[in-house]
């Protein structure tokens, strides 16, 4: 079967740095997927993990470890438009990609 | 403009009656999927789709049905065997042959009365 966990809920400071964790348990291992979904909005994406390590991408980093099932998404220089929620994926083996998605990380960035 | 159009954005439906979501890529994307949120919580697949004329169940099918006429199509009926069907209905589509990463349309907000 497949599991993700992420937190509920984060909050943190305008221009300060937050990182979201993702722990996640698959029968066969096909990458990792962040989307980011603002309230009442469709997900859009934002990384894809299939080899360990960090990759950046701008503000934004997402970490994948294979072995011990996890990753985290690294925002830096928080900003307001950055409050939503952060969803974790991950694909079924063998099943035309379909995603199992975590029930995301809602984030609220204050002044 | 290419993308996913989803329509309409709300609906409202009367208990015991079926209604029929529009989703509609011009992306040329192989595959696509059907999606259910509710609030505070992560995406649930109700059904997908990698060819016309074929389709296939996800974890909550139940009181849904798809069709997959043609490739830029893929509607999906909420039936009224659906118990609960009041949530947010996000279709998706990917590529197959080029990259892994599913592409959302805007959803459609679908609340029964």
């Known amino acids: 079967g497949q599991n993700i966990d992420q937190p509920t809920e984060m909050t943190a400071t305008e221009g300060a740095i937050v990182q979201i964790n993702c722990t996640y348990q698959t029968s066969g291992f096909n990458g990792l997927f962040w989307y980011q979904q603002h309230a009442g909005e469709a997900p859009t994406f934002l990384s894809y993990?299939?080899?360990?390590g960090l990759e950046e991408k701008g503000r934004f980093s997402s970490f994948l470890s294979r072995s011990k099932g996890y990753s985290y998404l690294l925002l830096k220089e928080l900003q307001m438009k950055d409050s939503a929620s952060y969803l974790c994926?991950?694909?079924?083996?063998?099943?035309?990609?379909?995603?199992?998605f975590g029930g995301g990380t809602r984030l609220m960035v204050k002044p | 403009d290419g993308g996913i159009t989803q329509s309409p954005k709300y609906l409202f439906r009367k208990e015991g009656q079926n209604v029929t979501l529009s989703c509609e890529q011009n992306l040329n994307h192989d595959a696509m999927y059907w999606y259910r949120q509710d609030p505070g919580q992560g995406l649930r697949l109700i059904y997908y789709s990698q060819i016309v004329n074929d389709f296939q169940k996800g974890d909550i099918a139940e009181g849904y049905s798809v069709s997959r006429e043609k490739k830029e199509s893929f509607p999906l009926t909420v039936t009224s065997a659906q118990k609960n069907p009041t949530a947010f209905y996000l279709c998706?589509?990917?590529?197959?042959?080029?990259?892994?990463?599913?592409?959302f349309g805007p959803g459609t907000r679908l609340t029964v009365l």
């Open positions: 993990n299939v080899l360990d």
């Open positions: 994926a991950v694909p079924y083996p063998n099943a035309g990609n379909m995603l199992t």
């Open positions: 998706a589509s990917r590529d197959l042959t080029s990259t892994d990463t599913q592409y």
